[in-house]
C-alpha cells in the first residue's frame, strides 16, 4: 500500500489556504461586488420592418438618429443591430432592431424627450417607407430570480440530506467532514467568483454556491463508499486512521474521475456551443465543481482523519466496557 499520502498533516494548509482565498474574495466582494452580466443600463430601440433593411436605408435610419441624439446632447456607448424578438413567443417577430445603449447616468427624462423627438423626425421622413417605432428603457441589473432562490435553497436542503445520510451510513465522523466540505465549498466557490470577476447574472453566484455544496455532498458520498468498502479489508486494521484515509483517497481517483471529467467535458463543450445567456451559467459551473473535487480529495480527508482517530478510540473504549461488563455477568 502506498502510505505516502498522508492528508491529516496537511490540514493547517488547506484551512489556510481556504481562508485566504475566503478572506480575499470577502474584501474584493465589500469593494466592487460581483462581475454581474447585466449591470443598469438604459437603451433606445429603434423597431423598423423589412422594408427600410432590403433597400438598404438603414445608415441612412442611424445617421437622423444620432443627429437626433446629438441634439439631445447624449453619447452612445453601444450600437448593434438584432432581429426583433416577440417576448411572449420568444420567436422573431420578423422586424429588425437598432439598439443604443447609454450610461446608467442619462436621467430618464431626458431619454425620453430624445425617443419622442426620434419618433416624429422618423414619421416625417418619407424616406424610409416603412412603419418605424421608438421606445426608451431602462434596463435594471438582473434581480434575483424568486425560482433560482428556491433553486439555492433546495440544493442546499439536498445536501444537508445527503450528509445526515452519510452520518447513518458511514459515521458522523464522515458527515462532519462532509460538512465542513460543503461549508467550505459553498463560501469559496462565492470568494472565486468576486476575485476572479467572472460575468454572472444577479442570482448566478447564490446558485452556483448551492450547486458546489450538492457537488461536494455527492464527491464525498462517493469517497465515503470508497473507503467503507476499502476499511473491511484486514490490511487496513493495522493502519493509523492518517495512514488508512490516505490510502483509500489516494486509491480513488480513477473512482471520483469517471464522474467528475465526463460532466466537466460536457459542461465546457455545451458551455462553448451555446447561446450568450445559457453561456454565463454552463461555463462558471466548472468552477464550482472544481472547488468540490478539491474539497472531497484534500480538505475533507484531512478533516476526517482527526476525527476518524477519536471517534476509533470511542468505539475501542466502548468495546472494551461491553466486554468487561459481559465478564462480570459470566462470573
Known sequence: MNKRFLP??????????????????????????????????????????????????????????????????LEYTA?????????????????????????????????QTAAASLQTALEGNSEFGGDIFVSAHTLAGEQFHEASWRAAIALGVAAIVALVYVGFRFGWDCAISGLVACVN??????????IARIPVYAYGPV???GIAAVFSA????????????????????????????GVSVA???????????????????????????????????????????????????AVLVPLKSKFDKMKSSRKKYVGKKKAEVQE
Open 8 to 73: 491529516g498533516k496537511l490540514l493547517p494548509v488547506w484551512i489556510a489556504v481556504s481562508a485566504i482565498l475566503i478572506v480575499v474574495g470577502v474584501v474584493l466582494f465589500s469593494l466592487f461586488g460581483f462581475n454581474y452580466a447585466s449591470p443598469e443600463k438604459k437603451t433606445v430601440e429603434i423597431s423598423y420592418d423589412a422594408v427600410v433593411y432590403i433597400e438598404e436605408k438603414e445608415e441612412k435610419l442611424a445617421e437622423e438618429c444620432e443627429k437626433v441624439f446629438s441634439q439631445n446632447m
Open 79 to 111: 450600437k448593434k443591430t438584432d432581429r426583433e424578438l416577440d417576448v411572449n413567443y420568444v420567436a422573431e417577430t420578423g422586424n429588425y432592431l437598432l439598439v443604443y445603449t447609454f450610461s446608467s447616468d442619462v436621467k430618464d427624462e431626458t431619454l
Open 185 to 194: 465549498d459553498t463560501l469559496l466557490t462565492l470568494a472565486l467568483f468576486a
Open 207 to 209: 446558485l452556483f454556491a
Open 218 to 245: 455527492i464527491l464525498w458520498l462517493a469517497q465515503c463508499m470508497k473507503m467503507r468498502e476499502n476499511f473491511k479489508d484486514p490490511a487496513y486494521t493495522s493502519l493509523t486512521a492518517q495512514e488508512a484515509v
Open 251 to 301: 486509491g480513488s481517483w480513477k473512482f471520483v474521475c469517471c464522474f467528475v471529467l465526463p460532466l466537466a467535458v460536457v459542461f465546457a463543450v455545451l458551455g462553448i456551443i451555446a447561446s450568450n445567456g445559457l453561456r454565463l451559467f454552463l461555463l462558471p459551473v466548472l468552477l464550482p465543481l472544481a472547488v468540490s473535487v478539491y474539497s472531497s480529495f484534500l480538505l475533507a480527508p
